[in-house]
C-alpha cells in the first residue's frame, strides 16, 4: 500500500495495514487517526511518537505472538513474510548457530519470562547472538525499556515497508 493509498483508506483499513508492523491497537489506531501524511518521513516520524514508549502490557501483547529469533515465522501472513526477512541473515542450514540460538532463547526466556526481541534485519548472526547473550545480564527494568525500545525499531522499520510496497 503506497502512502497515498493509506492516507485515502478507510479508518478499518488503515488500521488493519499498519498491524503487520506492530499488533498494538493504540500505535495502530494512531497513526490511522493523523491521516493525512505529506511524506513518508512524516508518518515515520508521528509513528516514533506514538511508539515513545510503548508500555509493557503493549510490549506483552506484541510478543505474545512473535517467534523466537532464528525460528522462521509459519504461515502466510503479511507479518510472518516481514518476520522470515528480517531474519533472513540467519542461516537454517548453520546447526551452531541454529543450537547456540537455542540455548540463549531459553535462557533468555527462563530468566525474563518472554520472548528475545531484536531487530534481526541488517543484523548479523554473530551480532544477534552477541546482543542475546549481553542482554541476559540485563536487569528486568534495563530489559523492559531495551525491549520496547527493539519493538519500535521493527515497528518503524516495517511501516516503511508497508506504506512503499
Do not use: K
Not at 526481541?117 to 531495551?146: K, T
Amino acid at each position: 500500500m503506497l502512502l497515498e493509498q493509506f492516507n485515502r483508506a478507510e479508518r478499518g483499513d488503515a488500521v488493519a495495514a499498519l498491524r503487520p508492523c506492530v499488533d498494538v491497537t493504540r500505535w495502530c489506531e494512531h497513526l490511522a487517526d493523523h491521516r493525512p501524511y505529506s511524506s513518508i518521513d512524516s508518518l515515520v516520524a508521528e509513528a516514533a511518537r506514538a511508539a515513545d514508549p510503548f508500555t509493557a502490557d503493549e510490549v506483552a501483547s506484541a510478543l505474545a505472538h512473535h517467534p523466537r529469533i532464528g525460528e522462521r515465522a509459519a504461515g502466510d501472513s503479511r507479518e510472518a513474510a516481514m518476520s522470515r526477512a528480517e531474519q533472513s541473515a540467519v542461516d537454517p542450514a548453520d546447526a551452531d548457530v541454529q543450537q547456540q540460538l537455542r540455548e540463549g532463547n531459553l535462557a533468555y526466556e527462563q530468566r525474563f519470562g518472554r520472548v528475545f526481541l531484536i531487530r534481526a534485519a541488517g543484523r548479523a548472526p554473530a551480532e544477534i547472538l552477541s546482543a542475546l547473550r549481553d542482554r541476559l545480564h540485563n536487569g528486568d527494568d534495563v530489559e523492559q525499556r531495551v525491549v520496547a525500545e527493539q519493538l519500535r525499531e521493527i515497528a518503524l522499520l516495517r511501516l516503511r515497508g508497508v506504506v512503499t510496497s
